[in-house]
């Protein structure tokens, strides 16, 4: 059965201490994994797209990386507006798109 | 600056009611998607579009139907409002073969 599954559900970080989001996905015919950042009562926001297993991508203090299992969201020195729901996507044989449940992350001053 | 924006980001409607959510894009997309998100489900997709006129169902389309009658703008109907429909409800745009969505803000339907 196709899955995209992401760990931690939940993530409560200290100001500054880097951890890293996972997510893990069994589908065939991956055609792209995307990331999102969505705050409490929004729309999720575009982050990154990776295309093949070995691709990284940087923005700011997130670092997105991918392997044939599956995709990291680094944060590095992460600050209290880091603080959101992260959201993987994988786009998959042709044209199907399926979201993972998210990991809500918490970084506390 | 790229834009998905809907019609209302708060809503209460009484069971029974008709509810038109609307959404409009001005990047010009093909594809136009509608959403629910709740929590412990993540987000499931109703009904996706992918030119004017043409829809496809989604994952959970029972109890919801759309239109899309111009290029920029898609509505999401909810013929009958029921209590089980309370839910955030988000719109998404594409071009075709980009892969990612953007999605617009959101509205949180409540229905009483």
């Known amino acids: 059965e196709d899955q995209v599954t992401q760990s931690p559900e939940a993530l409560r970080l200290q100001e500054g201490e880097s951890s890293s989001l996972n997510c893990s996905y069994t589908?065939?015919?991956?055609?792209?994994l995307f990331w999102y950042r969505q705050d409490p009562g929004k729309g999720p926001e575009f982050l990154f797209t990776?295309?093949?297993a070995g691709e990284e991508k940087e923005k700011e203090r997130l670092k997105a990386t991918l392997t044939k299992k599956e995709s990291f969201l680094h944060i590095t020195a992460p600050k209290p507006e880091d603080s959101a729901t992260y959201l993987c996507?994988?786009?998959?044989?042709?044209?199907?798109?399926?979201f993972g449940s998210g990991t809500k992350l918490n970084v506390k001053p | 600056d790229v834009k998905v924006t809907q019609s209302s980001r708060y809503l209460v409607k009484r069971t029974g009611e008709k509810v038109f959510l609307e959404c409009v894009q001005d990047m010009d997309h093909e594809n136009m998607f509608w959403y629910r998100q709740d929590p412990g489900l993540g987000l499931r997709l109703i009904y996706f579009s992918y030119d004017v006129k043409m829809k496809e169902k989604g994952d959970i389309p029972e109890g919801y139907s759309v239109s899309r009658e111009k290029k920029e703008r898609f509505s999401l109907i909810l013929e009958s409002a029921s209590t089980n429909q309370t839910s955030m409800y988000l719109c998404a745009s594409t071009l075709i073969g980009q892969g990612y969505r953007f999605f617009g803000p959101g509205t949180r339907l409540t229905v009483l």
């Open positions: 990776l295309y093949s």
């Open positions: 589908v065939s015919g991956l055609r792209g």
């Open positions: 996507a994988v786009l998959y044989n042709f044209n199907k798109f399926y």
